[in-house]
């Protein structure tokens, strides 16, 4: 793309008005190397600013409203990262947000008809075996288990939800006879040392299905998530 040489150029208050920031922001976006001004006169050090660097600024307020970083902006504005690694990692928080999303809509509405194939990035889990016959049960299990999980001194992971293993395909739809068995799976630091209660578990797809209510809901939900699956 050209430019003509005799391109207007804007004072900081004209960019300050026009991007609805204020100069101390402006000039910090300056100080962590994202802009730089198309001219600064020598005697006054009065900046000056072309139409490239206010939508410069446009983008820069664009990709902070997503919730990057200053330094994940410029980084990624002057092509100093690994766009592919970047890529995945913005893909995971989105995947996690969603997830966020689709459970507090659940609760909201009480609807439980959300699912969705997802990406899981790798995690290190804290696991125990369950075994409930009724949601106050299991809830009851699942809350002395992250009590175990804290004595025992791990460092729980919050920005991953935790979750549950079912190794036998019929266990939920028989879950009023022998009761839900599954393991529970407790995020927790990729630092953790390896130990029997402890698995890593690789990244990989998932399907999340949502449900609201007591057990009595599994049986449908069991037949969505298997549609899905096979």
């Known amino acids: 793309m050209t430019f003509p040489n005799d391109r207007k150029l804007f004072t900081s208050a004209e960019v300050c008005h026009t991007c609805g920031i204020s100069k101390t922001s402006l000039f910090r976006l300056e100080e962590c190397g994202f802009l730089t001004p198309y001219y600064v006169n020598p005697d006054t050090g009065y900046r000056y600013y072309d139409l490239q660097n206010i939508t410069a600024v446009g983008q820069f307020q664009r990709m902070q409203g997503m919730g990057l970083s200053k330094k994940e902006i410029t980084d ?90 079912i190794e036998e395909r019929n266990t939920l739809g028989n879950c009023h006879i022998s009761g839900a068995q599954y393991t529970l799976c407790i995020p927790v630091s990729s630092n953790t040392d390896m130990a029997p209660n402890i698995r890593y578990f690789p990244e990989m797809q998932g399907f999340s299905l949502l449900g609201f209510g007591d057990f009595s809901v599994i049986a449908k939900l069991e037949e969505c998530f298997w549609q899905e699956v096979d």
Do not use: W
């Open 76 to 165: 990624m504005y002057y092509n100093r990262l690994d766009g592919a690694e970047f890529l995945k990692t913005q893909r995971q928080k989105l995947s996690r947000m969603q997830r966020f999303l689709d459970e507090y809509e659940c609760r909201l509405t009480h609807n439980g008809n959300s699912g969705a194939f997802v990406s899981l990035p790798a995690v290190t889990c804290y696991c125990t075996k369950i075994t409930a016959f009724s949601l106050e049960e299991a809830a009851k299990l699942d809350y002395l288990a992250h009590e175990k999980c804290v004595a025992e001194g791990y460092k729980m992971l919050g920005s991953e939800p935790l979750f549950g293993i």
